[in-house]
């Protein structure tokens, strides 16, 4: 069964460094998400990426977040200057469909743990 | 505005008893689908269920059962006969007719013990 995969599954790093997290959505979906969680807490929405743009972000989705989808089949997130509330798992998410109206449905990867120190 | 409120934080039932975890939401959409996952410890968020607004009908599926009501804006799980592999914790999530995203309740961690 396709499935969303996404690496490292767990990144300790300093305060300040630029962190990417990398993605690889199922092959035939064309909407990509990242969404964060912070321990013990819901999972929010960041940012969600069609026809190689940003197409919705949240207020978390401030200037040190970017996304990028560099080849066919990767889809990034890039925190370029790490904070210790920047902790927590980060879940990258596809869907064939737009989600709007229920045309899609999501698929999570098993998400990427991050850790800043 | 979209939001869904899981009430129980968590909750510790003895394996083979019964347990509903409780969703509540709210929104201004006329169509919406509302979703559970499951996440075990392991972190991976499973995807159990998915509702449309205009179909109330109930669904079973195995030991699991869905009971959504419009009227009171709610959309409640039941596991039937839990099990220690039921031990998870429980999101219920909102997709609405407008927007790309889904919107979580802040979870309910179940703890099934032998």
């Known amino acids: 069964e396709p499935e969303v995969t996404q690496t490292p599954s767990h990144q300790v790093t300093q305060m300040g460094q630029e962190v990417i997290l990398r993605c690889v959505p199922i092959?035939?979906?064309?909407?990509f998400y990242w969404y964060r969680q912070i321990l013990g807490q819901k999972v929010e929405f960041l940012v969600s990426f069609y026809n190689n743009e940003i197409s919705e972000k949240s207020e978390i989705f401030d200037d040190q977040f970017s996304v990028e989808r560099p080849d066919g089949s990767n889809f990034t997130l890039k925190i370029r200057s790490t904070k210790l509330e920047d902790s927590a798992m980060y879940f990258c998410?596809?869907?064939?469909?737009?989600?709007?109206?229920?045309?899609?449905?999501?698929?999570f990867g098993e998400g990427s743990r991050l850790t800043v120190l | 505005a979209q939001k869904v409120t899981q009430a129980q934080t968590e909750i510790s039932v003895v394996e083979k008893e019964d347990v509903t975890l409780d969703c509540v939401y709210e929104t201004r959409d006329t169509t919406y689908y509302l979703f559970w996952y499951k996440q075990p410890p392991s972190g991976e968020l499973v995807f159990l269920i998915r509702?449309?607004?205009?179909?109330?009908q109930n669904e079973i599926s195995g030991r699991y059962s869905w009971n959504f009501q419009k009227s009171t804006s709610s959309f409640n799980f039941t596991i039937t006969a839990s099990q220690v592999v039921d031990s998870a914790v429980y999101f219920c999530a909102l997709s609405g007719n407008t927007g790309n995203q889904f919107y979580f309740g802040t979870g309910t961690s179940l703890t099934v013990i032998p």
């Open positions: 998410a596809s869907s064939q469909n737009r989600l709007a109206g229920g045309a899609g449905e999501l698929f």
């Open positions: 509702r449309n607004s205009f179909d109330e």
């Open positions: 092959s035939n979906h064309l909407y």
